[in-house]
Nanobody, 134 residues
Framework: QVQLAESGGGLVQAGGSLRLSCAAS????????MGWFRQAPGKEREFVAA????????YYADSVKGRFTISRDNAKNTVYLQMNSLNPEDTAVYYC???????????????????????????WGQGTQVTVSS
């Protein structure tokens, strides 16, 4: 099982950009589908973006589509979240999460939509704060 550690958060002005990184330990990182979630103060955790395990498929919440990009570098055991055109509504703690689809009884459900469910993921990072000032 991998362990995850996020970095790259910080304070940025509206319209600016940040790139979050999620470094994974473990030799089987490439077997994991990865997701990014965020939680703003007083709000529930919400899905941001996900990237599949084998085919490179990507998924985004409507609120970030066109502004955020998820990518992964299996050689570096790292998944990234490039965030552009940030606005104050993006302020939150951002978490990366991982799920080993090879261990799921029905991996296809991930690609059918369960990528957006926090309960789908087995491993979580500690989170990194992103604050966007107006």
């Amino acid at each position: 099982q991998v362990q995850l550690a996020e970095s790259g958060g910080g304070l940025v002005q509206a319209g600016g950009s940040l790139r979050l990184s999620c470094a994974a330990s473990g030799r089987t990182f490439s077997n994991y589908a990865m997701g990014w979630f965020r939680q703003a103060p007083g709000k529930e955790r919400e899905f941001v973006a996900a990237r599949g395990w084998s085919d490179g498929s990507t998924y985004y919440a409507d609120s970030v589509k066109g502004r955020f990009t998820i990518s992964r570098d299996n050689a570096k055991n790292t998944v990234y979240l490039q965030m552009n055109s940030l606005n104050p509504e993006d302020t939150a703690v951002y978490y990366c999460a991982a799920v080993n689809l090879l261990q799921k009884p029905n991996p296809s459900t991930y690609y059918s939509g369960s990528y957006a469910w926090g309960s789908e993921y087995d491993v979580w990072g500690q989170g990194t704060q992103v604050t966007v000032s107006s």
